[in-house]
């Protein structure tokens, strides 16, 4: 609504409609993922066996993956080796041979997952068994993946660029904000 009001539109013109995120299908098959991660990798078998962070976009410039990845390089830095996650990073798109590149240069191989673009209905088994979600957008006008992590039962770290942001992450609750240009400070969370 906010969003809307910004462009221009008379805030007494509006009314909430349908929710468009079948929240059933993401809790109930995550749910399903945590109770049964054996299956889950078995039918997944792309999925880490260690903690991880989950990303899910489009590799292009405005989703920020490189900057994630930066800060991912930090976090490691910051964390000891066996205690640190590992990160996943659900997606395709034009930028993926810099982000490849990106990887390589700072030799995360083992640690940055890139299983490619994955469906509507193979999401939530990943969602299940990951630890974490993170949405790095510069701008994005809501973020529906990050409906469909929350309804997964996933703590979010949440561009404050997304419209989505002030809607969905109540902070300390269910997540966190951050400022996506800001590295250091998404390292931090």
Known sequence: RDYLVQLGYPKKRMFLGYDIVDKEHFSCQAQQAKQFPQASRAAHPQIPKTPFFISVTRFIPRKNVLR????????????????????????????????????????????????????????????????????????????LVVNEALASGLPALVSNRCGCFPELIQEGRNGFGFDPENIEALALL
């Open 68 to 143: 994630m990845i930066e800060a991912f390089v930090r976090y490691r830095q910051m964390t000891a080796s066996e205690a640190s996650w590992d990160l996943v990073i659900c997606g395709s798109g034009e930028e993926e041979p810099n982000i490849r590149e990106n990887i390589a240069q700072h030799q995360l191989e083992d640690f940055i997952h890139l299983p490619g673009f994955k469906t509507y209905q193979d999401i939530p088994s990943w969602f299940g068994l990951a630890n974490a979600f993170i949405h790095p957008a510069l701008s994005e006008q809501w973020g």
